[in-house]
């Protein structure tokens, strides 16, 4: 199994930043696209941002400009930079990774969330 942990999330004041973290650890074989979502209350699950094994970056129109996504293959880590934020990103963000086992099995493996809130 891989296992995902996030840490970094807290309470902002708006325009402030906060770097998110994500390290994956158990039976890796290999990690392919890594990625962040976030839900806010009452609302579905958004992709904010992926990055595939290669370097090549995804980001929702909302936060393109503002959080610059990157990871440590060495580390098998993700991180979320995130810039210049506005009381609209205030969600729980979920970091997730297309994983493959050393048995060879594949799936998508998720983080437990972190609270990221902005607020005066």
């Known amino acids: 199994q891989v296992q995902l942990v996030e840490s970094g999330g807290g309470l902002v004041q708006p325009g402030g930043s906060l770097r998110l973290s994500c390290a994956a650890s158990?039976?890796?074989?290999?990690?392919?696209?890594m990625g962040w979502y976030h839900q806010a209350p009452g609302k579905q699950r958004e992709l904010v941002a992926r990055?595939?094994?290669?370097?090549?970056?995804n980001y929702a129109s909302s936060v393109k400009g503002r959080f610059t996504i990157s990871r440590d293959n060495a580390k098998n880590t993700v991180y979320l930079q995130m810039n210049s934020l506005k009381p609209e990103d205030t969600a729980v963000y979920f970091c997730?990774?297309?994983?493959?086992?050393?048995?060879?099995?594949?799936?998508?493996?998720w983080g437990q969330g972190t609270q990221v809130t902005v607020s005066s």
């Open positions: 990055i595939t094994s290669g370097g090549t970056t």
């Open positions: 997730y990774a297309d994983v493959q086992t050393t048995t060879r099995a594949r799936y998508d493996s």
């Open positions: 158990g039976s890796i074989f290999s990690i392919y696209t």
